[in-house]
């Protein structure tokens, strides 16, 4: 029931003239169910970020899942996560994995999650693949296979069904249809999918961070069945993780050739909050604490980072601003600018135009960063 509404909600028109109830401005760079404008999540915050997180929990309504983070008093908390939920009795934290039976969490664990997987072929069009081991054979020969792209060899792409935000621009917003599944898979499934021909496990999503547990205890599994074999971790996470966590997977990144890659989608708090539904401050604070991880390996770089190009809302200024941060952190962490396709409730904004993208190259380039490129050219219009 839930999808078929949402889809009957998605059947729009692209660019169509969104409306801001803020200022009453109507503009084909205003989405229609976020319904408020780039200046007024930054002139009437409050406003803003209000109507926005009210247009979040509609959208999570069709799924089932709670509106927003709950803060039942005697409830159990869960911390793994920015959320920090307390769920209720017979309550459902925020991302759908976790829910409060007979006083206890049940749900997904470090030996059971929700999640799917595939081979894919290197190199592949993973957001690092440009600085990567796997892409470019960077860290040859203790981290690659070879000089180039490792061509014959396979990426283990894992995709959890669960995130800890609610990004309205979701590219793989389709995950949502498996959180309340009644599938789980094990970490013995997962690792035994590692063949003499996987030089690479991928976590992404949906996001990682609520399932963090299940991905490490299946990342040393993973090892000790391949102790003398290139084998990197990998993980495309929005950063919302307990710092504990992060730096488990820093570490095992670190030791095996692996890679974070962390998807900084705003830097100003009000406008992060009201396209994701989430605030970025441990977001920010963790990747302070994993650039002190890349001195200890600059090749192949251990933290990458990655925006999408939101038409309307991410533009030069904010481009410039996440840059500025980053190089506060460190100037050579690769720096990917995505562009934008029209998904889940963000359908109705346009491709992201090439002007725009040249100069958000531009604004991250004047920032002081290293290395910076302009991923998924294909779709600019």
Same mark, same amino acid.
């Given at each position: 029931?839930?999808?078929?509404?949402?889809?009957?909600?998605?059947?729009?028109?692209?660019?169509?003239?969104?409306?801001?109830?803020?200022? &009453?401005?109507?503009?084909?760079?205003?989405?229609?169910?976020?319904?408020?404008?780039?200046?007024?999540?930054?002139?009437?915050?409050?406003?803003?970020?209000?109507?926005?997180?009210?247009?979040?929990?509609?959208?999570?309504?069709?799924?089932?899942?709670?509106?927003?983070?709950?803060?039942?008093?005697?409830?159990?908390?869960?911390?793994?996560?920015?959320?920090?939920?307390?769920?209720?009795?017979?309550?459902?934290?925020?991302?759908?994995?976790?829910?409060?039976?007979?006083?206890?969490?049940?749900?997904?664990?470090?030996?059971?999650?929700?999640?799917?997987?595939?081979?894919?072929?290197?190199?592949?069009?993973?957001?690092?693949?440009?600085?990567?081991?796997?892409?470019?054979?960077?860290?040859?020969?203790?981290?690659?296979?070879?000089?180039?792209?490792?061509?014959?060899?396979?990426?283990?792409?894992?995709?959890?069904?669960?995130?800890?935000?609610?990004?309205?621009?979701?590219?793989?917003?389709?995950?949502?249809?498996?959180?309340?599944?009644?599938?789980?898979?094990?970490?013995?499934?997962?690792? &035994?999918?590692?063949?003499?021909?996987?030089?690479?496990?991928?976590?992404?999503?949906?996001?990682?961070?609520?399932?963090?547990?299940?991905?490490?205890?299946?990342?040393?599994?993973?090892?000790?069945?391949?102790?003398?074999?290139?084998?990197?971790?990998?993980?495309?996470?929005?950063?919302?993780?307990?710092?504990?966590?992060?730096?488990?997977?820093?570490?095992?990144?670190?030791?095996?050739?692996?890679?974070?890659?962390?998807?900084?989608?705003?830097?100003?708090?009000?406008?992060?909050?009201?396209?994701?539904?989430?605030? &970025?401050?441990?977001?920010?604070?963790?990747?302070?604490?994993?650039?002190?991880?890349?001195?200890?390996?600059?090749?192949?770089?251990?933290?990458?980072?990655?925006?999408?190009?939101?038409?309307?809302?991410?533009?030069?200024?904010?481009?410039?601003?996440?840059?500025?941060?980053?190089?506060?952190?460190?100037?050579?962490?690769?720096?990917?600018?995505?562009?934008?396709?029209?998904?889940?409730?963000?359908?109705?904004?346009?491709?992201?135009?090439?002007?725009?993208?040249?100069?958000?190259?531009?604004?991250?380039?004047?920032?002081?960063? &290293?290395?910076?490129?302009?991923?998924?050219?294909?779709?600019?219009?």
């Amino acid at each position: 029931m839930f999808i078929n509404i949402l889809c009957n909600k998605l059947m729009v028109t692209h660019c169509n003239m969104g409306t801001c109830h803020i200022c &009453n401005t109507r503009s084909p760079l205003i989405a229609s169910h976020l319904g408020v404008c780039s200046d007024c999540i930054t002139v009437h915050p409050t406003d803003a970020v209000a109507l926005a997180l009210n247009r979040h929990g509609d959208s999570r309504e069709q799924f089932g899942l709670p509106r927003s983070p709950p803060r039942a008093p005697e409830g159990i908390r869960c911390r793994l996560c920015v959320n920090e939920c307390r769920i209720a009795e017979s309550g459902l934290g925020f991302c759908g994995m976790r829910e409060n039976r007979n006083g206890r969490l049940d749900g997904v664990s470090s030996r059971l999650a929700k999640a799917s997987w595939y081979h894919d072929p290197l190199p592949t069009n993973c957001v690092g693949d440009w600085v990567c081991a796997g892409g470019t054979g960077s860290g040859y020969p203790e981290f690659a296979h070879c000089r180039g792209a490792e061509t014959g060899y396979r990426n283990l792409a894992v995709f959890f069904h669960a995130c800890s935000m609610n990004c309205l621009f979701c590219q793989n917003w389709h995950f949502k249809e498996h959180t309340h599944g009644d599938r789980y898979v094990s970490v013995d499934d997962l690792v &035994n999918d590692v063949d003499g021909r996987t030089s690479c496990i991928c976590y992404f999503g949906g996001d990682p961070s609520p399932q963090l547990p299940f991905a490490i205890r299946a990342s040393k599994a993973a090892m000790a069945k391949r102790p003398d074999s290139i084998l990197r971790f990998c993980w495309e996470t929005n950063g919302t993780m307990h710092p504990t966590f992060l730096d488990d997977i820093m570490a095992l990144a670190l030791a095996s050739g692996g890679c974070v890659k962390f998807d900084l989608k705003a830097l100003h708090e009000p406008l992060h909050m009201a396209l994701t539904g989430v605030s &970025n401050r441990r977001t920010l604070n963790n990747f302070r604490r994993a650039g002190r991880w890349m001195r200890k390996r600059p090749i192949p770089p251990v933290l990458i980072a990655n925006t999408l190009l939101v038409p309307g809302y991410i533009d030069a200024g904010e481009v410039g601003r996440i840059a500025e941060f980053i190089a506060s952190v460190d100037p050579d962490i690769p720096y990917s600018l995505l562009a934008f396709h029209p998904q889940f409730y963000m359908q109705d904004l346009p491709l992201t135009r090439r002007e725009t993208a040249s100069r958000c190259l531009q604004a991250a380039h004047e920032a002081g960063l &290293n290395q910076v490129r302009l991923g998924n050219e294909h779709l600019l219009a």
